[in-house]
C-alpha cells in the first residue's frame, strides 16, 4: 500500500490532495464487493434455480420448504423431457435452420461488403442507403405479408420458408465493410499486380486479414438464429418442423405447472449450448454487439 | 475565368474493364438486395395496402375501406389501452435498464477482483433465448413453488399471483425483461466509460474536486451520448419486444400485457384480421422510424459540433 502511494507521489509531485485514511478505504472497497454480489446473485439465481430444478425429483419441486440443492439428484427429468418432446428433432431443425441461416448471412454479407469496399459502382452511395434503410424496417412488422409470400410459394412449414425472409443481411455487412477498409492499400495492390482476381482477392487476400470480423459477425448471426422465434412459431405448424424455441415453449404449455423439473430440463437443451458458445467467445460476441454503439 | 480542359478520351479496354467492375458489384449486392426488396421493402408497402382493406386472409377478394380501418382502430378504446400500455412498458423497462445499467456498470469498472467473470455472467443473460427465458421466468414467478416466493418468503411477504393477476403481470413482463437486457446496456456503458479521457479525471482532481463531484461533472457528461444510444436502442427493441410476452403472458390476463407488437400477431395470426394489422403495423414501423431519424440527427449534430 504504502509503496504505491509513494509511486503515485512520485509520478505526480504537483498533485497536492488529501489522502483517504486506509480504513475507509477499506469500507468502500467491502461495500463495493457486497454489491457486486448482490448483482450477480441477481443475475445468477434463475440460472441456477433452472439448473437446481432440472436435477431434482418432481416429489421435491412440489414440496415446501422449498429446497436450495437437489437431495437426490437425478437425470430423471432430462429424459423425461426428451421423450416428452421430440428434442432430436428440434435439434435437427434447429441445426439445419442455423447452419444455413447463419451461412447464407455470412456469404451474402461478405460479397456486399466486398462490393461496397472496393468495387466501382455508379451511384453506390444510394446503393449504401438502401441497405441503412433496411436497418430501419423491423422484421417483425413484416410478419403478415411475409406469411403471405410464403404461402403463395409453398414454403410453409419447410426449412427454406424458416430460413429465406430472414436472410438478408444489413448489420454484418455493416461490420465487415468497416473491417474491409482498413486493410492496407498495398496489400490489395500487390494482389492486383499477382493478377488475382477478385474473387482471389475477396478469399484468399481480404478474408484471412479481416477474420476476426468475419468471426464475430457470424456468431452474432448464429446466436440470433438460434434464439429466433416470432418468425418460426409462425411459419411451422407440425411438431415435426419446430425449432428448440418453439419446442421448449410448447413443452411448457403441455407440462408447465405440473411438471416444472421436465420443462426446466428443456430449457437447459437449448440454453447450455450457447452459454458454451459463449464462454469460448465471449469477447468476439460482446465486440460485436457493441460495435455500432462506440463508433456511432 | 474557368479554363476548359478537354475530356479524357478513355482507352476503349478501360471502359470495358469498367463495365464489368459494375456487373460485379451488381452481381456481389444483387442477392442481398433482392431478399431485402422482396422481405422488407415489398412488405412494408403492402402493410400500407393491406392497412385499406377488409380481409380474413381467406376470401378471394379483399374489400378496399380507404382510412375506415385507421379510423376504427383509433377510435377504439382497446386500441388506445395498448398504445397505452406499450408506452408503460416502454418508459418502465428503459428506464430501470438505463439506471441499473449505469449503477453496474460504475461498480464493475473498478479494480475489484472476479470484475471480469462478473462482467460475463452479467451479460450472458442477453445471449439467451428470450421464450425460453421467459419458460424458466414462468416458474420462477410459480406463486407457491416458485424462487421468487421463496425469497419474499425471508422478509416475510407473499408473492402476488404475478402471471394470473391483470396488476401484477406487466411488473412482471418488465422484470424479466430488464434482467435479459441489462447485460446489453452494462457492456455499452463500461465501453462509454473508457472512452472518457483520463486527463478530465487528472484536472478535476487538480481542480480539488472530489469522487461525487468528478462523477457529477466528469463521468455523467461523458456518458450522455452513450446514454442516448442506449435509450434509442433499447426503445426500438421495446418495441420489437415479442418472445417474453408471448411465452410469458400471451398478452393477458385480460389484455393487461398487449403491447403494439404483440397486438400487431394477435390480429394476424389469431383472429385473422388483415386490415387491422395492416394498421398496426404501419403506426408501429412510423413511431420507430421518427425515432431512428432523431437518433441519426443526434449523432450528426455531435460528428459536427462535438
Same mark, same amino acid.
Given at each position: 500500500?504504502?509503496?504505491?502511494?509513494?509511486?503515485?507521489?512520485?509520478?505526480?509531485?504537483?498533485?497536492?490532495?488529501?489522502?483517504?485514511?486506509?480504513?475507509?478505504? *477499506?469500507?468502500?472497497?467491502?461495500?463495493?464487493?457486497?454489491?457486486?454480489?448482490?448483482?450477480?446473485?441477481?443475475?445468477?439465481?434463475?440460472?441456477?434455480?433452472?439448473?437446481?430444478?432440472?436435477?431434482?425429483?418432481?416429489?421435491?419441486?412440489?414440496?415446501?420448504?422449498?429446497?436450495?440443492?437437489?437431495?437426490?439428484?437425478?437425470?430423471?427429468?432430462?429424459?423425461?423431457?426428451?421423450?416428452?418432446?421430440?428434442?432430436?428433432?428440434?435439434?435437427?431443425?434447429?441445426?439445419? #435452420?442455423?447452419?444455413?441461416? &447463419?451461412?447464407?448471412?455470412?456469404?451474402?454479407?461478405?460479397?456486399?461488403?466486398?462490393?461496397?469496399?472496393?468495387?466501382?459502382?455508379?451511384?453506390?452511395?444510394?446503393?449504401?442507403?438502401?441497405?441503412?434503410?433496411?436497418?430501419?424496417?423491423?422484421?417483425?412488422? #413484416?410478419?403478415?405479408?411475409?406469411?403471405?409470400?410464403?404461402?403463395?410459394?409453398?414454403?410453409?412449414?419447410?426449412?427454406?420458408?424458416?430460413?429465406?425472409?430472414?436472410?438478408?443481411?444489413?448489420?454484418?455487412?455493416?461490420?465487415?465493410?468497416?473491417?474491409?477498409?482498413?486493410?492496407?492499400?498495398?496489400?490489395?495492390?500487390?494482389?492486383?499486380?499477382? =493478377?488475382?482476381?477478385?474473387?482471389?482477392?475477396?478469399?484468399?487476400?481480404?478474408?484471412?486479414? #479481416?477474420?476476426?470480423?468475419?468471426? #464475430?459477425?457470424?456468431?452474432?448471426?448464429?446466436?440470433?438464429?438460434?434464439?429466433?422465434?416470432?418468425?418460426?412459431?409462425?411459419?411451422?405448424?407440425?411438431?415435426?418442423?419446430?425449432?428448440?424455441?418453439?419446442?421448449?415453449?410448447?413443452?411448457?404449455?403441455?407440462?408447465?405447472? &405440473?411438471?416444472?423439473?421436465?420443462?426446466?430440463?428443456?430449457?437447459?437443451?437449448?440454453?447450455?449450448?450457447? *452459454?458454451?458458445?459463449?464462454?469460448?467467445?465471449?469477447? &468476439?460476441?460482446?465486440?460485436?454487439?457493441?460495435? =455500432?454503439?462506440?463508433?456511432? | 475565368?474557368?479554363?476548359?480542359?478537354?475530356?479524357?478520351?478513355?482507352?476503349?479496354?478501360?471502359?470495358?474493364?469498367?463495365?464489368?467492375?459494375?456487373?460485379?458489384?451488381?452481381?456481389?449486392?444483387?442477392?442481398?438486395?433482392?431478399?431485402?426488396?422482396?422481405?422488407?421493402?415489398?412488405?412494408? +408497402?403492402? $402493410?400500407?395496402?393491406?392497412?385499406?382493406?377488409?380481409?380474413?386472409?381467406?376470401?378471394?377478394?379483399?374489400?378496399?375501406?380507404?382510412?375506415?380501418?385507421?379510423?376504427?382502430?383509433?377510435?377504439?378504446?382497446?386500441?388506445?389501452?395498448?398504445?397505452?400500455?406499450?408506452?408503460?412498458?416502454?418508459?418502465?423497462?428503459?428506464?430501470?435498464?438505463?439506471?441499473?445499467?449505469?449503477? +453496474?456498470?460504475?461498480?464493475? $469498472?473498478?479494480?475489484?477482483?472476479?470484475?471480469?467473470?462478473?462482467?460475463?455472467?452479467?451479460?450472458?443473460?442477453?445471449?439467451?433465448?428470450?421464450?425460453?427465458?421467459?419458460?424458466?421466468?414462468?416458474?420462477?414467478?410459480?406463486? /407457491?413453488?416458485?424462487?421468487?416466493?421463496?425469497?419474499?418468503?425471508?422478509?416475510?411477504?407473499?408473492?402476488? $399471483?404475478?402471471?394470473?393477476?391483470?396488476?401484477?403481470?406487466?411488473?412482471?413482463?418488465?422484470?424479466?425483461?430488464?434482467?435479459? $437486457?441489462?447485460?446489453?446496456?452494462?457492456?455499452?456503458?463500461?465501453?462509454?466509460?473508457?472512452?472518457?479521457? /483520463?486527463?478530465?479525471?487528472?484536472?478535476?482532481?487538480?481542480?480539488?474536486?472530489?469522487?461525487?463531484?468528478?462523477?457529477?461533472?466528469?463521468?455523467?457528461?461523458? +456518458?450522455?451520448?452513450?446514454?442516448?444510444?442506449?435509450?434509442?436502442?433499447?426503445?426500438?427493441?421495446?418495441?420489437?419486444?415479442?418472445?417474453?410476452?408471448?411465452?410469458?403472458?400471451?398478452?393477458?390476463?385480460?389484455?393487461?400485457?398487449?403491447?403494439?407488437?404483440?397486438?400487431?400477431?394477435?390480429?394476424?395470426?389469431?383472429?385473422?384480421?388483415?386490415?387491422?394489422?395492416?394498421?398496426?403495423?404501419?403506426?408501429?414501423?412510423?413511431?420507430?422510424?421518427?425515432?431512428?431519424?432523431?437518433?441519426? /440527427?443526434?449523432?450528426? /449534430?455531435?460528428?459536427?459540433?462535438?
Amino acid at each position: 500500500m504504502a509503496t504505491i502511494n509513494e509511486l503515485e507521489q512520485a509520478i505526480k509531485p504537483v498533485v497536492v490532495r488529501r489522502r483517504h485514511i486506509p480504513l475507509s478505504l *477499506l469500507g468502500w472497497r467491502i461495500a463495493g464487493y457486497l454489491t457486486l454480489i448482490v448483482a450477480v446473485l441477481i443475475i445468477g439465481l434463475p440460472v441456477y434455480w433452472t439448473v437446481m430444478a432440472s436435477f431434482k425429483e418432481t416429489r421435491e419441486i412440489y414440496s415446501l420448504p422449498v429446497t436450495w440443492w437437489p437431495a437426490k439428484p437425478t437425470f430423471n427429468n432430462f429424459s423425461a423431457a426428451w421423450e416428452a418432446a421430440p428434442f432430436g428433432r428440434y435439434y435437427l431443425n434447429s441445426f439445419i #435452420t442455423t447452419f444455413f441461416g &447463419a451461412g447464407i448471412e455470412v456469404i451474402l454479407a461478405l460479397f456486399s461488403a466486398y462490393a461496397l469496399a472496393y468495387l466501382r459502382f455508379p451511384r453506390k452511395d444510394l446503393v449504401f442507403l438502401l441497405l441503412l434503410a433496411a436497418l430501419m424496417v423491423p422484421t417483425e412488422i #413484416t410478419i403478415v405479408p411475409n406469411y403471405l409470400t410464403i404461402a403463395r410459394l409453398g414454403w410453409i412449414n419447410t426449412y427454406q420458408g424458416i430460413i429465406i425472409p430472414g436472410a438478408a443481411i444489413a448489420y454484418g455487412t455493416f461490420l465487415l465493410r468497416q473491417a474491409f477498409m482498413a486493410v492496407p492499400h498495398e496489400i490489395l495492390e500487390a494482389a492486383r499486380v499477382d =493478377g488475382a482476381g477478385h474473387l482471389r482477392i475477396l478469399f484468399s487476400v481480404v478474408a484471412p486479414i #479481416t477474420q476476426p470480423a468475419i468471426v #464475430t459477425m457470424a456468431l452474432l448471426s448464429i446466436v440470433s438464429k438460434w434464439n429466433e422465434f416470432l418468425w418460426p412459431l409462425i411459419v411451422t405448424n407440425t411438431t415435426d418442423m419446430r425449432t428448440l424455441p418453439i419446442g421448449v415453449f410448447w413443452l411448457r404449455n403441455s407440462e408447465g405447472l &405440473a411438471n416444472w423439473g421436465v420443462v426446466m430440463a428443456g430449457s437447459l437443451f437449448l440454453i447450455v449450448p450457447v *452459454l458454451i458458445t459463449f464462454l469460448f467467445a465471449q469477447r &468476439a460476441i460482446v465486440e460485436g454487439m457493441t460495435a =455500432g454503439a462506440v463508433k456511432g | 475565368m474557368a479554363t476548359y480542359t478537354p475530356r479524357q478520351e478513355r482507352h476503349p479496354n478501360t471502359l470495358r474493364r469498367e463495365h464489368r467492375e459494375w456487373l460485379l458489384f451488381a452481381l456481389f449486392i444483387g442477392p442481398n438486395l433482392f431478399l431485402f426488396a422482396v422481405f422488407t421493402y415489398w412488405p412494408l +408497402l403492402y $402493410n400500407i395496402y393491406l392497412s385499406m382493406v377488409r380481409w380474413d386472409f381467406l376470401r378471394p377478394t379483399m374489400t378496399f375501406v380507404g382510412l375506415q380501418n385507421y379510423i376504427d382502430a383509433f377510435s377504439d378504446w382497446r386500441f388506445w389501452n395498448i398504445i397505452w400500455q406499450t408506452a408503460t412498458f416502454t418508459i418502465c423497462s428503459v428506464g430501470l435498464t438505463l439506471i441499473l445499467g449505469l449503477l +453496474l456498470a460504475l461498480l464493475l $469498472n473498478q479494480p475489484l477482483r472476479y470484475r471480469n467473470t462478473a462482467r460475463a455472467i452479467v451479460f450472458s443473460p442477453v445471449v439467451m433465448s428470450g421464450a425460453v427465458v421467459a419458460v424458466v421466468w414462468s416458474y420462477i414467478f410459480d406463486p /407457491r413453488y416458485g424462487l421468487i416466493d421463496q425469497l419474499l418468503g425471508f422478509i416475510g411477504l407473499d408473492s402476488p $399471483n404475478w402471471l394470473a393477476d391483470p396488476f401484477w403481470a406487466m411488473p412482471a413482463v418488465i422484470i424479466v425483461y430488464v434482467w435479459k $437486457n441489462l447485460g446489453y446496456a452494462v457492456v455499452i456503458y463500461l465501453a462509454g466509460l473508457q472512452n472518457i479521457p /483520463r486527463e478530465l479525471y487528472d484536472a478535476a482532481r487538480v481542480d480539488g474536486a472530489g469522487a461525487w463531484e468528478r462523477f457529477w461533472n466528469v463521468t455523467l457528461p461523458g +456518458l450522455s451520448p452513450v446514454a442516448f444510444f442506449l435509450s434509442v436502442t433499447s426503445v426500438l427493441t421495446c418495441f420489437q419486444a415479442f418472445d417474453i410476452i408471448r411465452v410469458l403472458t400471451n398478452g393477458g390476463p385480460a389484455d393487461a400485457t398487449t403491447t403494439l407488437i404483440f397486438h400487431l400477431y394477435e390480429l394476424g395470426f389469431v383472429s385473422y384480421d388483415a386490415g387491422k394489422a395492416g394498421v398496426v403495423a404501419i403506426v408501429l414501423f412510423l413511431i420507430m422510424l421518427f425515432l431512428t431519424i432523431v437518433q441519426i /440527427r443526434y449523432i450528426e /449534430r455531435q460528428v459536427t459540433y462535438g
